[in-house]
């Protein structure tokens, strides 16, 4: 089956740096997404990887590693404005969105 | 950027109640949509794929015929909810991908709506 891990909620300090991880099984492979999500809103997206390393975007940066199955997204000078949801998609051999259970984010002064 | 619309953002009703859905892609063209719900602390869940001009897939376990979803242009998706439950409360989310955009284009999503059945 098609699966993908991530934590389930993580803490960190403002100010800090936060790495979440995303591990995923899946029938082929076409692109990994990093979706960020609020308290009650939609998905909006941060990130785009399809070819293994790093991608930065500001404050945040995404890696891939396609033999190991691994990505990670991550935060700098943590703001309490990024305390949300981060969701880690995988686009499967059909092209089809496989998404995973989230992690919640929770950033404290 | 690409906007999608999603209307209404918020729907509240008896039990009983067919619910209508709409989401737009303002300025972009999607020959594709998707239709999302979403429970409390849990992931999206892929409802059903809305294909302009074709019936729409549904993924299993989701029901086609109380879920009606209706992609009547390129620009523009409805789902249905019919005879709605206080089970079907949730939030329902849409996304669209550009019709011109490469099969590494992200989905942008509407706003959601939120609906509870009274």
């Known amino acids: 089956g098609q699966n993908i891990d991530q934590p389930t909620e993580m803490t960190a300090t403002e100010g800090a740096i936060v790495q979440i991880n995303c591990t995923y099984q899946t029938s082929g492979f076409n692109g990994l997404f990093w979706y960020q999500q609020h308290a009650g809103e939609a998905p909006t997206f941060l990130s785009y990887?399809?070819l293994d390393g790093l991608e930065e975007k500001g404050r945040f940066s995404s890696f891939l590693s396609r033999s190991k199955g691994y990505s990670y997204l991550l935060l700098k000078e943590l703001q309490m404005k990024d305390s949300a949801s981060y969701l880690c998609?995988?686009?499967?051999?059909?092209?089809?969105?496989?998404w995973g259970a989230g992690t919640k984010l929770i950033i404290k002064p | 950027g690409a906007v999608v619309s999603q209307h209404p953002s918020r729907v509240i009703c008896k039990s009983g109640t067919s619910v209508k859905i709409e989401c737009r892609s303002l300025d972009f063209q999607a020959t594709t949509m998707f239709w999302y719900r979403q429970f409390p602390k849990q992931s999206l869940m892929l409802m059903a794929t809305s294909n302009e001009g074709s019936k729409a897939t549904y993924e299993q376990g989701v029901e086609k015929d109380k879920f009606l979803i209706n992609h009547a242009s390129l620009t523009l998706s409805t789902l249905t909810v019919t005879s709605a439950h206080p089970e079907d409360s949730s939030f329902y989310i849409c996304?669209?991908?550009?019709?011109?955009?490469?099969?590494?284009?992200?989905?942008?999503f509407g706003d959601g709506t939120r609906l509870s059945i009274l």
């Open positions: 998609a995988v686009k499967d051999s059909n092209y089809q969105l496989i």
């Open positions: 990887n399809v």
């Open positions: 996304s669209a991908r550009d019709i011109g955009a490469g099969g590494n284009q992200p989905q942008h």
